[in-house]
């Protein structure tokens, strides 16, 4: 790259020369108001100017792009996390890096994090403590000399809430395209111990790498201890194929004023100068920096947050270079003795030369840092509302300071009352979203004297079965409780439900809801109400997800992820759907639910819910419907590749399954077909079994009771090939009648629609697979 002939060069820095300084009508970083001419005036000169604020560009040729595209209009964003007092890298550095940002013509936004402070437990978890801090930075940043005309500040909390149904669904589309692994080191990156992370850092690099995208940022404009989420982003945009990924733009990370520490330590005083740290304060942390002038091979370095080599590692070199000559406009150098430097190249040469003494050095350094701090002191000494505001920040006492998880009984925030309006209104809403009338909550309203179940339903798939259906049904069966069926759609996007495809997974959850609320009339269990997870969320966006991210305070990430139950490489997405539970658990107000080992984690921060075991009423474990090859080939009743019956199953697709399974003469410990007919006969949704044969095999015989059809099975007297037909003819005239009068409802345009996208995922299915 060619730079500008008016700029010149301190090794990375690029500062205008006076005469342009002053052309462009600037001062102090600020714009004269009665000369609005602008500072830059070309791409290259403001491609030389940001590049000046990272110290590594991912990419340079994408940032010259973009300026080119976007030269007055494109957007940079920084997150910060409302943790504690500032330090001046944090304040006076971000303060003049967003001033050359802005002075190309970019917006700057800053993410004011407070749902991520809350994850990772700052201020003792307490969300109106971390609102302070957070006002409390951008009350520094005013002070500090930070031109507020293009910078937009966005409060997590907030905005999320507003755009829930944009945001958290992004959340767990990211949360289902990595591994667990790719995830835990970004949380490692960002300082974490990976044996002792808590399940809610895991939703950090998440929310993280969606807020690049909520908020259309196209530049990430942060430290490089953050890179790898960032580089996260990019991936994410690989994977969901969006053509145009975030630029990178990483800044330098300060060295703690300590010898051997590689970053500024907010719980260490000491190693850092804090932005309303006193005169005296500034001079005392300054003389007893470490200041060498040789290479120190026992420095402690962190490879992730050093991009540019530095053998000498020297804070207070550091800070000349990256504070005292940051200014946009052209700044200087003066020693003790009068003598101006005008780079930090010079300063350092003349250090490590024995020309300027370690004292003069540090003599100078803290003349520049009183300078650029007295008009923040000025403002909170002056300024009555900012005073108290900085003596609250200063009252407040992180708790919980090893990360680890504080197990607690009671982790929802919001109140019981909140809860059941909200059920309520998101029951209202399930016969209109869920298929169009067909099935409506009851009119009785929820009586909260009488205990809820609420039943979840698995994963939509893209061919929906019916042992899960029938399954559900038995689950939904109680006289004691009020039960509903949950159908978590937004778990199942993080669960990769229908591989990720909205439509297909929407239409197999709808699809689902109506054949169980039909089955449970047909057998004579009739259910409370059908809601959905998103609805009963979008009722309480706020207060739902500090219950999710409170249950991963509450949580090991190796528990949950225990819970899982993953087979292979754990991925993230099933982890997040765990958290999601405990959460759903107090947003339905269930007093029970029936066990599994989501559920069971969930037992241990919901206290009001029980978990049982079901009490048989329908046994309907049927068997699956497997073949002779799969049963040689050694596949068990518990077989990942069940072949049960689907729903959209005509009767010629009924006749083929039944036709084809493994049914061994006289074998009646291993036999679908004949589980079938136990079911059929013992639940009285048939009469008769009526088999039909020629005389020489037996002739036709009607079987009512299935002891005896089970009894001349063993015997040989029944054979398969007898049996079968009629059990084809049984199971079309019932269940496989309930669910097609369910799907063709006179009035129900949505049923028939999500049956018609089934067909057709499942044709796409099959075509991939040629």
């Keep these: 790259m060619s730079w500008p002939a008016e700029w010149s060069s301190n090794e990375g820095n690029w500062h205008l020369d006076e005469e342009h300084f002053q052309k462009s009508g600037l001062q102090n970083g600020k714009m004269i108001e009665k000369d609005k001419e602008p500072l830059l005036t070309t791409i290259s000169e403001k491609v030389a100017v940001l590049r000046s604020v990272g110290e590594e560009c991912v990419t340079e040729s994408e940032l010259e792009k973009l300026l080119e595209k976007k030269e007055t209009c494109f957007r940079l964003y920084d997150g910060f996390e409302p943790s504690g007092r500032m330090h ?94 790719r995830l835990i080191k970004c949380c490692t990156a960002l300082g974490r111990s990976e044996g002792n992370l808590s399940a809610a850092q895991i939703l950090y690099p998440l929310m993280q790498c969606t807020d690049i995208f909520f908020l259309k940022a196209d530049i990430c404009q942060l430290g490089v201890d953050q890179r790898k989420v960032n ?86 070199l550091d800070y000349v270079r990256h504070i005292v000559f940051a200014p946009l406009r052209s700044p200087t150098f003066q020693a003790p003795d009068g003598k101006l430097y005008t780079s ?32 923040v002191r000025q403002h909170f000494e002056n300024d009555p509302s900012a005073r108290a505001l900085v003596e609250r920040v200063r009252s407040y006492k992180r708790t919980n300071n090893n990360n680890t998880p504080t197990k607690t009984k009671s ?3 919001s109140s019981l009352e ?74 199942a996007i993080a669960l990769d439900a229908c591989s990720g495809e909205a439509k297909a997974r929407d239409a197999a ?33 706020s207060s ?24 292979a490489e754990p991925r993230t997405g099933p982890v997040v759907a765990a958290l999601l539970r405990s959460a759903d658990l107090a947003a339905t107000c269930a007093s029970s639910s029936p066990i599994d080992p989501i559920n069971e984690l969930a037992a241990t921060l919901v206290s009001q819910v029980s978990f049982d075991t079901l009490k048989p009423t329908l046994n309907t474990r049927l068997q ?7 049963i040689a080939n050694g596949l068990q009743d518990d077989s990942e590749d069940r072949d049960f019956f689907i729903f959209t199953d005509d009767k010629a697709a009924v006749k083929r399954k039944i036709k084809r399974a493994f049914c061994a003469p006289g074998d009646i410990s291993f036999n679908p077909p004949l589980a079938y007919c136990e079911f059929l006969l013992t639940k009285n949704l048939v009469s008769t079994i009526a088999v039909k044969r020629p005389p020489e095999n037996g002739g036709d015989k009607d079987y009512t009771d299935f002891a005896q059809l089970r009894a001349d099975f063993a015997s040989t007297a029944l054979h398969p090939g007898d049996l079968k037909p009629a059990l084809t003819i049984a199971l079309q005239n019932t269940l496989f009648d309930v669910i097609t009068s369910a799907i063709q409802a006179p009035g129900d345009k949505t049923a028939k629609t999500a049956h018609a996208a089934i067909k057709a995922m499942l044709k796409k299915i099959a075509k991939s697979k040629k």
């Design 624 to 630: 699956p419907l497997l073949t002779a090859d799969e």
């Design 344 to 375: 930090a190249d010079q300063v350092e040469n003349a250090f490590l030369m024995g020309e300027l003494s370690e004292n003069d050095l540090k003599r100078g350094l803290i003349d520049a840092l009183n300078a650029l701090l007295n008009p």
């Design 544 to 567: 739902y997800w500090i219950d999710v991210i409170n249950a991963g305070r509450a949580l090991r990430l190796d528990d949950v992820v225990k819970a899982t139950k993953q087979s």
């Design 231 to 316: 580089m996260l982003a990019r991936d994410y945009c690989d994977a969901a194929g969006i053509k145009f990924k975030p630029i990178i733009l990483s800044h330098h990370m300060l060295y703690g004023l300590k010898e051997g520490q590689a970053k500024m330590s907010k719980s260490d005083p000491d190693s850092a100068i804090f932005m309303e740290d006193s005169a005296s304060e500034v001079e005392r942390k300054i003389l007893q920096a470490y200041c060498p002038r040789e290479k120190n091979n026992n420095i402690s370095t962190i490879s992730n947050l050093r991009l540019i080599q530095d053998d000498l590692a020297n804070p207070c």
């Design 88 to 181: 001046i890298a944090q304040g006076v550095f971000k303060a003049m890096n967003v001033n050359k940002c802005t002075a190309c013509g970019g917006t700057f936004v800053f993410w004011v994090a407070d749902w991520f402070a809350l994850m990772n437990d700052k201020m003792g978890g307490d969300l109106e403590k971390i609102k302070q801090v957070g006002k409390y930075l951008v009350e520094v940043w005013k002070a500090a000399g930070m031109v507020m005309d293009k910078v937009e500040f966005r409060w997590a909390s907030e905005e999320i809430t507003k755009k829930a149904n944009e945001y958290w669904p992004l959340v767990l589309d990211v949360a289902r395209r990595f591994t667990l692994a």
């Design 509 to 541: 959850a709808s699809l689902l809801a109506v054949v169980v609320t039909k089955l449970s009339a047909f057998f004579k269990f009739p259910i409370f109400g059908v809601v959905r997870q998103s609805d009963y969320i979008l009722e309480r966006p």
């Design 418 to 491: 909140e809860r059941r309006q909200a059920l309520i209104r998101a029951l209202a809403k399930g016969g209109d979203t869920i298929h169009n009338g067909f099935f409506k909550t009851s009119n009785a309203r929820l009586d909260f004297n009488k205990p809820i179940r609420a039943v979840f339903a698995p994963p939509p798939k893209a061919a929906p079965c019916l042992q899960e259906a029938l399954s559900l049904v038995e689950a939904l069966h109680s006289s004691e409780y009020q039960c509903i069926l949950v159908l978590a759609d937004w778990s």
């Design 411 to 413: 982790f929802s925030v």
